[in-house]
C-alpha cells in the first residue's frame, strides 16, 4: 500500500505562474512532512517542512497547506522561476518512525 | 551546505556477484539511511543504522544485503549475491539526530545483469 500520493505525475507552468503540487497520504499517525527538491544527477535536497499542528507554512516563494482532516497538503511556488524545474518529493514521517515514505514524485517544468 | 558523498555513481555486475556501495556521510552526523529507488517509483526506505547497529529496517531490506561503518569510515550497503530486481538507484543519507533533516547523496545506480 502507497502511504503517500502525489499529483499530478508531471507539472508545466510559465515563468511567473504558481505552481501547485499536491499530496495525500493515509497514515493519520504521521505528523511531518518534509518536501525535497531533486535536480538530476543529484539527491534530494530539502526544501521545506510542516509539521501537522499547522496549517500552513512560508518559506520565500514556497508555501505549503496543510488540512488535517482530509490528510491532504500541497505545496505552492509562486512566481515560479526556470531554475525551480525539479522534481519534488513529498515525504512523511511520525512519532515512532525514523524513516521517511516518500511520494513518487512531480516533475516540474517551467517554461521562460 | 553539508554534502554526502558516495562511491561509485555507476556500478554494472553480473547477477550472483557481491556488489559494495559506499557512503561519506556528513561528518558530525550520527544517523544513517539507505533508500532503494527503481526508476518512476517512489524513494523506499531499506535500513538506518545507529551507534553501529541496524535501528530499524524495511521488508526490501533482504537477508543478502547488509550494512556497516566499520571504524567511522564509509557507510555500506553490501548485496550478496545480487539479483535482477536490485537494479535501482540506492541514496544515502544522513541526519546528526533522529527526526533531524536527512542529508542525501546523488545516489548509485546498479544494474544487475
Known amino acids: 500500500q502507497q502511504q503517500v500520493r502525489q499529483s499530478p505525475q508531471s507539472l508545466t507552468v510559465w515563468e511567473g505562474e504558481t505552481a501547485i503540487l499536491n499530496c495525500s497520504y493515509e497514515?493519520?499517525?504521521?505528523?511531518?512532512f518534509p518536501w525535497y527538491q531533486q535536480f538530476p544527477g543529484e539527491g534530494p535536497a530539502l526544501l521545506i517542512s510542516?509539521?501537522?499542528?499547522?496549517n500552513k507554512k512560508e518559506d520565500g516563494r514556497f508555501t505549503i497547506f496543510f488540512n488535517k482532516r482530509e490528510k491532504k497538503l500541497s505545496l505552492h511556488i509562486a512566481d515560479s522561476q526556470p531554475g525551480d524545474s525539479a522534481t519534488y518529493f513529498c515525504?512523511?514521517?511520525?512519532?515512532?518512525?525514523?524513516?521517511?515514505?516518500f511520494g513518487k514524485g512531480t516533475s516540474l517544468t517551467v517554461i521562460p | 551546505g553539508p554534502k554526502v558523498l558516495q562511491i561509485p555513481s555507476h556500478q554494472i555486475i553480473d547477477m550472483g556477484q557481491m556488489v559494495t556501495l559506499n557512503c561519506d556521510p556528513v561528518?558530525?552526523?550520527?544517523?544513517f539511511y539507505w533508500y532503494k529507488q527503481i526508476l518512476g517509483q517512489q524513494m523506499e526506505f531499506l535500513v538506518n543504522?545507529?551507534?553501529?547497529?541496524?535501528?530499524?529496517k524495511s521488508k526490501l531490506f533482504k537477508d543478502q544485503f547488509s550494512v556497516e561503518r566499520p571504524d567511522g569510515s564509509y557507510f555500506t550497503l553490501k548485496i550478496q549475491p545480487t539479483a535482477l530486481e536490485d537494479s535501482a538507484v540506492y541514496f544515502c543519507?544522513?541526519?546528526?539526530?533522529?527526526?533531524?533533516?536527512?542529508?542525501f547523496g546523488p545516489g548509485t545506480r546498479l544494474t544487475v545483469l
Open positions: 543504522f545507529y551507534n553501529g547497529k541496524v535501528m530499524e
Open positions: 497514515n493519520s499517525a504521521f505528523d511531518y
Open positions: 561528518s558530525n552526523h550520527l544517523y
Open positions: 515525504a512523511a514521517s511520525g512519532t515512532g518512525y525514523q524513516n521517511f515514505y
Open positions: 510542516i509539521l501537522s499542528v499547522s
Open positions: 543519507a544522513s541526519s546528526w539526530g533522529d527526526y533531524a533533516e536527512q542529508f
